[in-house]
């Protein structure tokens, strides 16, 4: 006999294979009635385009990608389109090289790939799946990993030992979440992959999954932290370890997803997709630049510079004009420390061995392009404990005077970033020796042309840093041009600072101001009023202002708010040119803060605690399934990013949220949300995000968003003739390397 949870598991995968299956239904995304002579209507196409039509038996396809791929050029490039509602499609612009072109989509498998070049006409035949286990090879990543099985809300709050079971620390379902997404786990690679959620018998043998597992989350340069964060989910029971043992014995049992995903509808179709690679699949990137964000015309048909955090001292460079890769290589001083010692490898990868792939001294974070041209990345360029003087007490600057930054703190030093700068017209480096550490950064629209820096560092070194560049290319001056200061929220209420403050989780003294201890993660100055925007990870998450006043290192003040329910979990942010700031939450939601929206007075006595204003927030709920019993989509957003200038051509400040579960970005225009698909190779997870404008009189061809793959498993991304959709390669050959994605929108699928 069958038992009920097995028969209802029956019950809904034959629902779902149905629907993929039968014309009309959700992954068809086409009617029944659909009449044949539609595919032999003629396709525009021209000398740089492949156009055709796509049909299958069950007619014409709607809503699915045709795939062009080529490793002519100097880096593998690959272009695909959507199909309209009668299954034609173009793919334009294509560079003349030899491609093979192909059919992937929802509900099929994919067909197979046909010799072709620019400027050829090609009808293709799509292969429907022959059953929802091979459809579901092709489904994101988010479709397999909601069936991991979370700890019930009736278990919260943890205990420990002699309770529930569960840690005491994990007060919430929604901490527990927040540190297996964003947070934690997700905060590096992609779950739910074929990588992740097939154990690979390279591994070894091990008499069960959960030993299996308990190997696998050793081996590599990460080993020691994933190991230390599956530590902190253990309960007597196994915790997250077990749930994933237990995830991957019951796919491999053929368990399946019980939803299938939508195909691309309406504008979605328009969508034009590109991808290169770059750098090589041991080192991975964190992020990207290719212009100034203020003026989104510099640089235009530029290169792209990429950004390799721990990964490689060799930050790669992307030519997407010539289709040409290279690398260049900061400066750094000779005793600065590698990202290796933290990183050590212990278990040997199925992948590379033993061998230390993590090796990078410069460890550039997060960069930014002026409006020279000039890349700034918030990379390491000395020692994190040679603090030079002009930082520590006695320094004639203004902002050490007030709040000096020469500590060990926790056993840490203050600093482990500073600038570095790359001229590409005179291929020179120079560095900039900061006070503060340095994490992300953005630039204010000023006369000075001031660079803002976050530090993600919490306690006393939370403090926001500032480097004047004008003065700086003017007297190649550090000390002078730069400054920072604490994070003083106006508890006093009178809209001043006052010289001294309370210190965090000191008594409070109602005529002093108050430090707060949470410095950014993400940072964004504000168009509409000059102010500056960050992201806090603390859960459940914050978001503060700063505003910098006539004389920042004196008159700055903060304020911060905490997220209320329904959302939490947060990484990134931005702002847009109305002063409203964007939010990713773990939640499953891009939410907004409109300070504009707030009721009461922001400042005055608990201003510290982060309790104003909730009516500032609204969330709206992202695409996917969640966990069984979580009501938002299993997605881990890292980060936002607003079209301020309307680039893409959805609209002006519209923010763009990195989809990383589900190979895509997603798009908010008004309150629908826009999904902006990767679905070939499986595995994008973005992270750095923008938008260029190389010819502003060139219509949608002039106009593209740049976003880098920062999965830190770069060959977790399907590889070149991988042995099965999503699987990675058994090779270096054979592996991926990151991705570039550019995204592209024409005004209608057929557009060349």
């Known amino acids: 006999m069958i038992g009920a949870r097995k028969l209802s598991t029956t019950i809904a995968a034959f629902a779902v294979l149905a629907c993929l299956l039968i014309p009309g239904g959700a992954g068809s995304q086409q009617s029944a009635a659909m009449p044949q002579a539609a595919a032999g209507s003629a396709v525009a196409i021209d000398a740089k385009s ?6 299958s038996r069950f007619g014409t396809e709607a809503g699915v990608w045709v795939i062009a791929e080529t490793r002519d050029l100097g880096t593998r490039f690959v272009k695909m389109a959507v199909t309209d509602e009668r299954g034609r499609y173009v793919i334009p612009d294509l560079p003349q090289a030899n491609y093979r072109v192909w059919v ?38 988010i479709y397999w990993a909601s069936m991991i099985k979370i700890p019930d809300l009736s278990r919260f709050p943890g205990t420990g030992d002699k309770g529930n079971g569960l840690p005491p620390q994990f007060k919430t379902q929604q901490q527990w979440l927040n540190f297996i997404k964003t947070n934690g786990c997700g905060n590096c690679h992609q779950i739910g992959n074929y990588a992740t959620r097939y ?73 034009v997709v590109t991808v290169r690679d770059w750098l090589d699949p041991q080192h991975y990137l964190h992020d990207l630049t290719s212009t100034d964000r203020r003026n989104p015309t510099v640089n235009a048909y530029g290169p792209i510079y990429g950004d390799t955090e721990l990964s490689s001292n060799a930050q790669p460079v992307l030519d997407p004009i010539h289709n040409k890769k290279w690398t260049i290589l ?46 700034y990345w918030a990379a390491q360029n000395r020692a994190p404990n040679d603090i030079p003087a002009y930082c520590k007490k006695g320094s004639p600057l203004r902002s050490a005077q007030i709040y000096p930054l020469d500590v060990k703190h926790e056993g840490f030093f203050q600093n482990s970033r500073q600038v570095t700068v790359y001229d590409p017209k005179t291929q020179q480096f120079t560095t900039i020796n900061t006070c503060f550490g340095t994490h992300h950064l953005n630039f204010a629209e000023d006369a000075n042309n001031t660079l803002w820096l976050s530090n993600n560092t919490q306690g006393d070194l939370a403090v926001i840093g500032w480097i ?72 459940p998450g914050y978001i503060i202002r700063l505003a910098p006043g006539s004389n920042p290192p004196d008159t700055a003040l903060a304020e911060i708010y905490r997220i209320p329910l329904p959302g939490f979990g947060i990484r990134g942010m931005d702002v847009d040119r109305n002063g409203v700031a964007w939010l990713p939450l773990d939640s499953g939601h891009i939410a907004s803060f409109d300070r504009r929206k707030c009721k009461e007075p922001l400042n005055g006595p608990g201003a510290e605690k982060g309790d104003k204003c909730p009516e500032g927030f609204s969330f709206y709920a992202l695409p996917g399934p969640g966990f069984q019993g979580d009501p938002g989509a299993e997605e881990n957003p890292y980060f936002v990013w607003v079209d301020q200038h309307n680039i893409l051509g959805l609209g002006a400040n519209v923010p763009f949220e990195t989809g990383n579960q589900s190979d895509s970005l997603h798009a908010l225009v ?53 042995p099965a959709p999503g699987a990675p390669g058994t090779t270096p050959e054979t592996l991926s390397s990151p991705l570039v994605v550019e995204f592209q929108l024409r005004p209608d699928p057929l557009a060349f």
């Open 50 to 55: 492949i156009g055709g039509t796509v049909t």
């Open 104 to 141: 992937r989509g929802y509900g099929l498998v994919d067909s197979p790939k046909i010799a072709s070049k620019p400027g050829t006409r090609l009808n293709l035949t799509a292969v429907v799946a022959p059953s929802l286990a091979a459809a579901a090879q092709y489904y994101p990543a």
């Open 199 to 271: 154990l690979s018998p390279k591994l070894g043998h091990f008499d069960n999954s959960l030993d299996a597992w308990s190997y696998r989350l050793s081996v590599g340069p990460a080993g020691h932290d994933m190991v230390n964060f599956i530590t902190q989910l253990m309960t007597p029971d196994g915790g997250h370890l077990a749930a994933l043992a237990n995830w991957t014995d019951r796919i491999k049992a053929g368990e399946l997803p019980s939803r299938s995903p939508p195909r691309p509808v309406g504008i979605e179709r328009n969508l």
């Open 330 to 375: 900061p400066p750094i001083k000779a005793d600065t420390p590698s990202s290796a010692l933290a990183n050590q490898v212990v278990n040997p990868s199925p992948y590379w061995g033993l061998q230390q792939t993590w090796d990078s001294r410069v460890n550039a974070h997060t960069s930014v392009m002026d409006q020279d041209g000039r890349v």
């Open 468 to 539: 004047d560049t004008n003065r700086f290319w003017q007297t190649h001056d550090a000390a002078t041009s730069q400054g920072w200061t604490p994070l003083i929220v106006d508890t006093v209420g009178d809209g001043k600072r006052t010289p001294t403050w309370n210190e965090p989780g000191q008594p409070i003294d109602p005529t002093k101001d108050t430090r707060i201890p949470f410095g950014m993660y993400a940072i964004s100055w504000s168009p509409a009023d000059g102010s500056i925007w960050g992201s806090n990870l603390t859960h």
């Open 670 to 722: 008004g309150s629908r949300i826009i999904e902006l698909r990767v679905p070939y190779p499986m595995g994008f997870f973005a992270k750095g995000l923008e938008g260029r404008i190389d010819d502003p009189n060139a219509g949608w061809k002039g106009r593209e968003l740049w976003v880098t793959s920062g999965n830190r498993t770069p060959f977790h991304i399907e590889g070149i003739d991988a």
